[in-house]
């Protein structure tokens, strides 16, 4: 049985999630579908931040929701790393302060990534005086991805962060992403409504319709 497995129901309006899947240990898993499927309810799901009706939740093998033995583990708790479509930086924080939010947050005895690696790979080492309002959207997905890695997650969700990006930075970005799992040993969910980005992640895909996924398919880049 894989250590990262989620089967999970939930009703919101009209809409039923059915999601039962098992996660990669490494690389990217995409939820690939059309606006009001369901993925970001799915991810929000697995980080805590939208309580299923029933079902359980399985991350790098610990449990941290499960409806029947009455586990659901606050989000701080379950080792996730999430970014945003809209980045969510806090803005009274230089980048510095971002990062090392994210960095306060990790346990000690969990280890994790190390700061000036994450710097130097994602590129933001000039940034780190400024403030977010001072930064290009690509440039607040570059930290937004470090506080995230920074948590010393066991698992990174990353729900269409690309989409707030103008055009000619958007495939560094992708590009980015790709190199992640293998550089910091960290499996990623990835939520896009593009076969384009899922293609240039080369990214297994897991297609989400009316609530329901699909059984997964690779894309590869090209």
Known sequence: MSPYRIEVEKRLGDLRIEARF???????????????????????MIAGLLTPDRGHILISGARVYDSQ????????????????????????FTVRGNLNYGRARRDSKDGGVDFDDVVEVLGIGHLLNRRPHHLSGGEKQRVA??????????????????????????????????ALPARFKVPILYVSHSREEIASLSATVLEVKNGAVSDPETVESH
């Open 22 to 44: 098992a996660l990669q240990e490494q690389g990217i898993m995409a939820l690939f579908g059309p606006s009001g499927a369901g993925k970001t309810s799915i991810v929000n």
């Open 69 to 92: 033995n009455r586990i659901n583990l606050p989000s701080y708790k379950r080792r996730i790393g999430y970014v945003f479509q809209d980045a969510r930086l806090f803005p009274h």
């Open 145 to 178: 991805i470090g506080r995230g890695l920074l948590t010393g997650p066991r698992l990174l969700l990353m729900d269409e962060p690309v989409s707030s990006v103008d055009q000619a930075r958007k495939q560094d970005i992708l590009n980015l992403v790709a």
